[in-house]
């Protein structure tokens, strides 16, 4: 078993870099051992996303940006082997345009998309994070990040008790 983080993001408007709220859970050989959730404040006071995931700018007025935030989780998250993330390609983007925004290293493990995996490990179809924690019975509150992040997480234990592992590719 391995030793991840699967993240999830929720941003403010269609700005990569607009991180409004941002979970971590962290799994050890199979078990989570660390949960972390912080609210951000984004650069800018506009808000598109609040009839997605209910926060506006109110809500996070008062919220470290993401350079103090990721002080806290950088220290986590620097120990583990890959991060996870159902549709990684956003929360890699927006990692990275927080990162580069702030000045900061981006982190160097590689991301393990969910909803690649939901399909290589089950051949689920849709693979909408709702579709995915319905076949596998894990509760979700979509579109809040510790919810999220921790329902991506156990798509990775439930795929790894089924035998997949990190870096391995079947013959």
């Not at 408007?13 to 989570?32: F, K, M, N, P, Q």
């Not at 002080?71 to 996870?84: G, K, N, S, T």
């Not at 439930?158 to 592992?165: I, L, S, V, Y």
């Amino acid at each position: 078993m391995s030793r991840f983080a699967a993240i999830d993001f929720e941003t403010a408007t269609y700005g990569a870099d607009s991180a409004c709220a941002l979970a971590a859970v962290i799994v050890e050989d199979g078990v989570i051992v660390q949960q972390l959730y912080e609210l951000i404040r984004p650069p800018s006071p506009t808000f598109s996303f609040t009839h997605i995931h209910g926060l506006g700018w109110n809500d996070v007025k008062d919220a470290p940006d993401f350079a103090a935030a990721w002080e806290v989780f950088a220290p986590a998250l620097a120990q583990v082997e890959f991060f996870a993330a159902h549709n990684a390609p956003f929360d890699q983007g927006v990692l990275q345009a927080c990162c580069r925004r702030h000045r900061l290293a981006v982190p160097a493990q590689p991301f393990v998309c969910t909803v690649r995996l939901a399909r290589a490990q089950w051949d689920i179809r849709p693979t909408k994070l709702p579709d995915v924690c319905r076949y596998l019975g894990i509760d979700l509150r979509h579109h809040q990040a510790d919810s999220d992040a921790a329902a991506c997480a156990r798509i990775v234990i439930a795929a790894e008790q089924a035998g997949w592992r990190h870096g391995f590719r079947r013959p």
